[in-house]
């Protein structure tokens, strides 16, 4: 995927969508998403989010039961606890700030 190559050994900030489709392996979005988390379990990209992103992450599946995703999202806040995959960070207002500013900058679509 050439969107992702720009991306590769760089450190990714990510908010709640994409982590989302990843954990419930949503059919449409698989095909965008899987390969960024591949190369982040590869460690060609260090990943970081909030704990907000994760705690929004698992509303649905517990909703709706969905155990299998609760055990991807559980063993990704694992990955997250020992900072080998993923970096969890605290949101203040600088980096809101920046979130917000360059939300668009790297907006993929599947259209």
């Known amino acids: 995927m050439e969107w ?4 590769l050994g760089t450190r990714v900030g990510f908010d709640t969508a994409p982590l989302i489709y990843f954990i ?3 059919p ?4 965008l ?10 460690g060609a990209i260090q990943a970081v989010t909030s704990v907000l992103t994760l705690t929004e992450v698992m509303v649905h599946p517990l909703r709706h039961k969905n155990y299998k995703a609760v055990c991807r ?4 806040r694992a990955a997250a606890q020992d900072g080998v995959l993923l970096s969890l960070e605290s949101v203040g207002g600088l ?4 979130a917000s500013a360059h939300a668009d ?3 993929i679509s599947d259209r």
């Not at 999202?73 to 990704?76: A, P, Y």
């Open 28 to 31: 449409r979005y698989m095909p």
């Open 73 to 76: 999202e559980q063993r990704l």
């Open 24 to 26: 419930e392996q949503h």
């Open 95 to 98: 980096i809101f700030g920046l």
């Open 4 to 7: 992702l190559k720009p991306l």
């Open 33 to 42: 998403v899987g390969p960024f988390f591949q190369a982040v379990e590869r």
């Open 105 to 107: 900058r790297w907006f």
